[in-house]
């Protein structure tokens, strides 16, 4: 069985969707606003009620816990939240390497949440989430709020972290060029279902 | 010497409420109408109590007891839920809100009617109707306001909810912030209360004892004895019915299930 084996999954009015996506393997997802992308990862991570099977290194969804599920398939929401004054609170242990890579200049750990300018949010929201070693990265349009430059440094995070774990992921995006970039095979939602676009879209 | 009350000496008191009303309607407060009503109901209900309590104590049966203090709690649960701005839907609402009084009000009266005070016989309504009746009116505010606290700020920060849960925290963990927050609001009232008690304000009670007679230094350790129990009450009440609603507001794989709450227009 593949890495990560979507069978049957229906939610709302889309689907049945099945999708066998091995270690090291990006998905670009594309479609229209509306389509269902952000309700597929929300139902990948268990967030939204479905039906059908999600099957990671062969364990099903629903024979563990919830939340032991969402720390190893982990979403990157489009908007990220932060809850506690500091950057630094919402981590286990602040990496300021990592956070260089992802291009911070200087330590952020301290700052206060609320000078966080939407890009920031996402590029530790991305740090954050990677703390949990998740198996599946389920992003939701993770660099719509960042300049070419910083989107381009969070593509090579995100790519390195898959290769070097190995993990998979769902990158979704409107950008189709960037799609063609980071993934091997790319999807689009279209009337409730997956469908494979030809490479070129 | 204790100076019994005339219908005239309510009246005279009556009136300033009427005037209070007046002037309300005059400015366009808006609280007149509420007014009058709460008023009528105080007098009402105050009366019938009253009554009721004056042929418990001529014919003092265990059964009328229970079934008074059972009416009590009903209409506390009732009162608690009307209250809430969201609440659960079904006989859910209802049953955590009257469980909770129960909890926190009920069982506490007996423990101190048993242990404490010793009474004789037990359900002597000279003292289990009052004391029921001063923790129901305490922990039913404290109960409320924790219980509004939770579901609006749950309903209010749904993202960040949501944001905990993806990052991998069990549901319990990621509510436990707004649980806290809930607790305080629902305990803030009765630590008040004992913490001016005495300097700042003396507690109904004891100004009711001793106006009737009773010896100062005695109401007072009445007094002390009904805050620490509503205090305690309130304490378990509160986190009773947090436990139950932060449980009923996430389904079996700790999603946020929201569908589970009715909006209701509290115009309370």
Redesign the interface.
């Known amino acids: 069985m593949s890495f990560f084996n979507i069978q049957a999954l229906e939610y709302l009015d889309c689907g049945p969707i099945n999708l066998q996506i091995e270690a090291s393997e990006i998905i670009g997802l594309n479609g229209a606003s509306g389509s269902g992308k952000s309700r597929l990862l929300r139902s990948l ?5 479905h039906t059908g099977s999600v099957y990671l290194n062969s364990i099903e969804q ?1 024979s563990i ?4 599920w ?3 398939v ?4 489009a ?3 932060w ?1 506690l004054d500091t950057v630094a609170e919402h981590f286990k242990n602040f990496s300021i390497e990592q956070a260089k890579a992802l291009g911070f200049v200087s330590d952020v750990s301290a700052w206060q949440v609320s000078r966080l300018s939407s890009g920031e949010k996402q590029r530790l929201g991305l740090l ?2 990677l703390e ?1 070693q998740p198996d599946v990265l389920l992003l939701d349009e993770p660099t719509a709020n960042l300049d070419p430059e910083n989107a381009r440094l969070f593509e090579t995070f995100v790519t390195d972290y898959v290769y070097t774990r190995p993990a998979c992921a769902i990158w979704v995006s409107h950008d189709v060029e960037q799609l063609k970039r980071i993934s091997q095979r790319q999807y689009k939602i279209q009337n409730g279902q997956l469908l494979r676009t030809a490479k070129g879209i | 010497m204790f100076i019994k009350l005339t219908a005239f000496d309510l009246s005279l008191a009556a009136v300033l409420v009427v005037m209070l009303g007046v002037l309300s309607t005059y400015m366009k407060l808006g609280v007149a109408k509420q007014l009058y009503i709460a008023a009528l109901r105080t007098t009402v209900q105050l009366l019938l109590i009253g009554l009721v309590l004056k042929s418990l104590f001529e014919n003092t049966q265990p059964l009328f007891v229970l079934l008074v203090c059972f009416i009590m709690i009903s209409v506390a649960g009732w009162e608690i839920l009307s209250r809430q701005k969201r609440k659960l839907k079904g006989w859910w609402g209802f049953g955590v809100s009257t469980g909770s009084l129960f909890v926190s009000s009920f069982l506490i009266t007996l423990l101190s009617l048993f242990i404490v005070i010793q009474a004789d016989p037990w359900y002597n309504p000279q003292y289990a109707v009052p004391l029921l009746g001063m923790l129901l009116g305490n922990t039913m505010t404290g109960i409320a306001l924790g219980m509004d606290r939770l579901t609006q700020t749950a309903w209010q920060q749904r993202p960040i909810i949501e944001q905990r849960l993806m990052l991998g925290e069990s549901a319990d963990k990621a509510i436990s912030d707004i649980r806290s927050e809930a607790m305080r609001a629902g305990m803030i009232p009765i630590i008040n209360s004992m913490a001016a008690a005495g300097l700042v304000s003396l507690p109904g009670m004891m100004t009711g004892q001793i106006m009737a007679g009773a010896e100062p230094v005695e109401a007072v350790k009445y007094q002390i004895l009904i805050m620490f129990m509503i205090s305690a009450g309130t304490g378990f009440g509160v986190i009773s019915v947090l436990w139950l609603i932060s449980k009923r507001l996430f389904d079996d794989r700790e999603r946020l299930c929201f569908k589970r709450l009715l909006k209701q227009s509290a115009d309370q």
């Open positions: 991570a268990d967030l939204d009620e629903h816990k919830a939340h032991t969402r720390a190893q982990a979403m990157l929401s908007e990220t939240y809850w954050r989430l949990n």
